[in-house]
């Protein structure tokens, strides 16, 4: 297995899934979006930014929030189909390069700002796009990546009998988990293979650890690293639930959050993702 194997079978998945990756992806759902704009506005005012630049940008996940933000964003992603999609209108000057993301070769020391967003897990190496970020942050910008599978709830689920007698919560995240690319080959005609290679970080390392990410991260040039986790079990169907009132049941979550951040690391293998923000 190789980097170019991983990176066609991403172009051909993304290829097949970017007409409707907007209403498919579930991180652009309003709550997650809400959530990411509160982080991204929190991680560009510590910089007073007003150069970002956009690893793995997609359909323009990123984009869309952080155009209402800063001046100009630089976009990098390998799949033409999904760059298409990327809606460049608004105040910012948006710019959006067709490539490879370890191989983007940015003006040094010249973004406030680099985001990676649910990108990390689709790249057979981490460590060319961890020096693209490193080379185009000035000093004191900051490094933000998110929604990435978190090792602790992937090897939890992973050892969860298919068809056990579980709470629907739990039977729907082993079907996410674990046979997702069944799902993807139904509905979108990719094969199985070619999914699991494109998610290479979740299907074959079984997604990341804090402890190897701070370390790939400083190997990279960055100093500090802060680890945050994201989305309990059960929290999407908690904050929808069906007859409850979206203010009551907003802050239900919030309680039960806060809980089990306050129990971590204990409680680790309980949220399906975690992200970091790295500081140089």
């Given at each position: 297995m190789?980097?170019?194997?991983?990176?066609?079978?991403?172009?051909a998945l993304?290829?097949?899934?970017?007409?409707?990756?907007?209403?498919?992806?579930?991180?652009f759902?309003?709550?997650?979006?809400?959530?990411?704009?509160?982080?991204?506005?929190e991680?560009?005012?510590?910089?007073?930014?007003e150069r970002?630049?956009?690893?793995g940008?997609?359909?323009?996940?990123?984009?869309?929030?952080?155009?209402h933000?800063v001046?100009e964003?630089?976009?990098?992603?390998?799949t033409?189909?999904?760059l298409e999609?990327v809606?460049?209108s608004?105040?910012?000057?948006?710019t959006?390069?067709?490539?490879?993301?370890?191989?983007?070769?940015p003006?040094?020391?010249?973004?406030?700002?680099?985001?990676?967003?649910?990108?990390l897990?689709h790249?057979?190496?981490?460590?060319?796009?961890?020096?693209?970020?490193?080379?185009?942050?000035?000093k004191?910008?900051?490094?933000?990546?998110?929604?990435?599978?978190?090792r602790?709830?992937?090897?939890?689920i992973?050892?969860?009998?298919?068809?056990?007698?579980?709470d629907?919560i739990?039977t729907?995240?082993i079907?996410?988990?674990?046979?997702?690319?069944?799902?993807?080959?139904?509905?979108?005609?990719v094969?199985g293979?070619?999914?699991?290679?494109?998610e290479?970080?979740?299907?074959?390392r079984?997604?990341?650890?804090e402890?190897?990410?701070?370390?790939?991260?400083?190997?990279?040039?960055?100093t500090?690293?802060?680890f945050f986790?994201?989305?309990?079990?059960g929290q999407?169907?908690?904050?929808?639930?069906?007859?409850?009132?979206?203010?009551?049941?907003?802050e239900?979550?919030?309680?039960?959050d806060?809980?089990?951040?306050q129990?971590?690391?204990l409680?680790?293998?309980?949220?399906?993702?975690?992200g970091?923000v790295?500081?140089v």
């Amino acid at each position: 297995m190789t980097s170019r194997d991983v990176a066609e079978a991403n172009v051909a998945l993304h290829t097949k899934l970017a007409a409707d990756y907007q209403t498919c992806e579930p991180h652009f759902r309003p709550e997650n979006v809400a959530n990411v704009e509160r982080k991204l506005t929190e991680v560009i005012g510590a910089t007073a930014g007003e150069r970002l630049l956009d690893l793995g940008c997609g359909t323009g996940f990123i984009i869309n929030i952080a155009k209402h933000q800063v001046k100009e964003i630089q976009g990098v992603d390998m799949t033409p189909a999904m760059l298409e999609r990327v809606d460049t209108s608004g105040p910012a000057r948006i710019t959006l390069n067709q490539g490879d993301t370890g191989e983007f070769d940015p003006e040094p020391g010249s973004y406030d700002v680099v985001t990676a967003y649910s990108f990390l897990h689709h790249l057979f190496q981490l460590e060319p796009t961890l020096k693209t970020a490193r080379v185009a942050l000035k000093k004191g910008g900051r490094f933000y990546a998110d929604l990435e599978p978190n090792r602790h709830f992937w090897d939890a689920i992973g050892g969860l009998e298919r068809g056990g007698s579980y709470d629907p919560i739990i039977t729907r995240e082993i079907e996410m988990v674990t046979y997702k690319d069944e799902d993807i080959e139904k509905q979108f005609g990719v094969d199985g293979e070619v999914f699991n290679l494109a998610e290479w970080g979740k299907s074959t390392r079984g997604g990341f650890l804090e402890d190897e990410l701070r370390d790939a991260l400083h190997s990279a040039g960055f100093t500090q690293v802060e680890f945050f986790y994201e989305w309990f079990v059960g929290q999407g169907a908690m904050l929808n639930a069906d007859g409850v009132d979206r203010d009551a049941a907003t802050e239900r979550t919030r309680v039960v959050d806060e809980l089990l951040r306050q129990a971590l690391p204990l409680s680790r293998s309980l949220f399906k993702y975690i992200g970091f923000v790295a500081s140089v």
